[in-house]
């Protein structure tokens, strides 16, 4: 049995004209959505090797900090503006990119915060010289520096 079928009405593509208007906007949605994450990625990485850079300066400074309190008598008897500094050089992956991280610490005389003599009542004086360490870390175009202060607590016998 074979039927005929008879348009009538012909719609001339308006179904098709409205379908690819559609196809347009959803288009331009995706394509904007997507900037705007990979712009996200980007603040991300950048946020994560800003944090990588200030501990990496914050672990120098300890790593100076804790060598010193080794020895806190060779920090009294030095004069520490000569001291050069201690270069540490550290490897972080990040977002599957290796980053070299470059951190160095110096110890520093601090005389614009000189320590006050203390007198007890036994035969001796107490003497608080201060010292800064001054950490630095950096990868690429981002530099973090912190400073921590200390003091040492010299004993010295009067003449």
């Known amino acids: 049995m074979h039927t005929e079928h008879n348009i009538k009405n012909p719609q001339h593509g308006a ?16 394509v904007s959505s997507l900037d705007g994450s990979i712009m996200q990625e980007k603040m991300a990485s ?14 120098s400074i300890r790593e100076a900090y804790y060598t010193e309190r080794a020895n806190p008598f060779g920090a009294v008897g030095n004069d520490r503006d000569n001291d050069s500094p201690v270069n540490r050089n550290h490897t972080v992956t990040i977002d599957g990119i290796t980053t070299a991280i470059t951190s160095t610490s110096q110890h520093k005389y601090n005389p614009e915060a000189p320590g006050a003599a203390m007198e007890n009542s036994s035969d001796s004086i107490f003497e608080a010289r201060s010292f800064e360490i001054v950490g630095t870390a950096q990868v690429g175009a981002i530099r973090n520096v912190n400073t921590q202060g200390y003091r040492v607590l010299n004993v010295m016998r009067r003449p």
């Open 46 to 59: 950048n946020s994560q090797i800003a944090t990588a850079t200030f501990q990496t300066a914050e672990s």
């Open 15 to 30: 179904v098709l004209v409205i379908s690819l208007l559609i196809l347009l906007v959803l288009t331009l949605v995706g």
